[in-house]
């Protein structure tokens, strides 16, 4: 149990366009959904906590218009990178904290490389 | 000071050994503390969670908290070249209000199991 799914595993973008990331919870629903910036040898980043049906809460130096959030369900949260630029190429990884629980389970990753 | 500290490592061990890992923090407000075990290009997966003072074992797994001490440690026994990843300490203070917990991570430490 407790299965998070996230598409796509990778991606290959031009600078200046967008990518859409989805995490999805598979056998569970979250109330708040996580979303983490990880760059090599390093150690996560909380960008962004989204809530079901409300706003997402931004970390301080995260651009809220450019790294756009959408929690639209229980089970499904996006995130959006606008206008990426090769500065944006990362791996990002989204969590989900169930209902019942208080900790986070982690999706697979999305590695992001902008040409 | 960082709130979480972990040593990066790496460290290399013979299959067998018994490994120590170990994250200082420095905020008394956590309660709750999770080991990651992150492989190469994935997403992090729990290995435990606990929040209490004291031992919890979960196979070759047993970790270890010392509120006192603002110290925790995962141990693994009988270590087996499959636990070779990057291993992350990780946090969270229960929220004044409902809502979402941020983990606090540590840079992770980078472990080789050699056969």
């Known amino acids: 149990g407790a299965v998070v799914s996230q598409h796509p595993s990778w991606v290959i973008c031009k600078s200046g366009t967008s990518v859409k990331i989805e995490c999805r919870s598979l056998d569970f629903q979250a109330t708040t959904m996580f979303w983490y910036r990880q760059f090599p040898k390093q150690s996560l980043m909380l960008m962004a906590t989204?809530?079901?049906?409300?706003?997402?809460?931004?970390e301080q130096g995260v651009e809220k218009d450019k790294f756009l959030i959408n929690h639209a369900s229980l089970t499904l949260s996006t995130l959006t990178v606008t206008s990426a630029h090769p500065e944006d190429s990362s791996f990002y990884i989204c969590?989900?904290?169930?209902?019942?629980?208080?900790?986070?389970?982690f999706g697979p990753g999305t590695r992001l490389l902008v040409l | 000071q960082k709130e979480v500290e972990q040593d990066p490592g790496p460290l290399s061990v013979p299959e067998g050994a018994i490994v120590s890992l170990n994250c200082t923090y420095s905020?008394?407000?956590?309660?709750?503390f999770m080991w990651y075990r992150q492989y190469s290009r994935k997403g992090p997966e729990l290995l435990m969670y606990t929040y209490s003072s004291g031992n919890k074992e979960d196979g070759r797994f047993t970790a270890q908290v010392d509120k006192s001490s603002k110290y925790i440690s995962l141990f693994i026994r009988d270590s087996q070249p499959s636990d070779s990843a990057t291993y992350l300490c990780?946090?969270?203070?229960?929220?004044?209000?409902?809502?979402?917990?941020?983990?606090?991570f540590g840079k992770g430490t980078k472990l080789t199991v050699n056969p």
């Open positions: 989204s809530n079901e049906g409300s706003k997402a809460t931004y």
């Open positions: 905020n008394s407000a956590f309660q709750y």
């Open positions: 990780a946090m969270s203070a229960r929220p004044l209000q409902g809502g979402s917990e941020k983990l606090v």
């Open positions: 969590s989900a904290r169930p209902l019942w629980g208080e900790t986070q389970y």
